[in-house]
């Protein structure tokens, strides 16, 4: 009976323990989209966000403020800028980047 007892105390730590790493290994999209608009130049500079399924196409006053190098440390695989916009590939994490970006403008 004893060792019922430890092997569910085991198991329950365990478990514990896999939800702290899935917890961890999320990503705060809410910090990225906040980080994201910073790069963009501001809230005020953002004209419009779309998304098409993985690119986020942002229409910007000023294209000159955008930190290209900054975007792309936050999971871009590439970027394009058209006059005043930018085409930005971020997989499947371009929707949720967008529902983010919408609530914060």
């Known amino acids: 009976m004893k060792t019922y007892i430890e092997y569910i105390v085991i198991a329950f730590i365990l478990i514990i323990i896999s939800m ?5 290994s999320k990503r705060d999209f809410k910090v990225e989209a906040n980080k994201l608009i910073t790069y963009l130049g501001g809230k005020d500079n953002i004209i ?4 098409n399924m993985s690119r986020l196409k942002v229409i910007l006053k000023d294209v000159s403020l955008a930190n290209k190098e900054g975007i792309q440390k936050l999971g871009a695989k590439g970027i394009v800028e058209i006059d005043n916009q930018l085409k930005i590939i971020f997989d499947k994490n371009a ?11």
Not at 95 to 105: G, R, V, W
């Open 48 to 51: 419009n966000a779309e998304c």
């Open 95 to 105: 929707k949720q980047l967008k529902k983010y970006i919408e609530e914060i403008l």
């Open 20 to 24: 702290v790493i899935v917890k961890l």
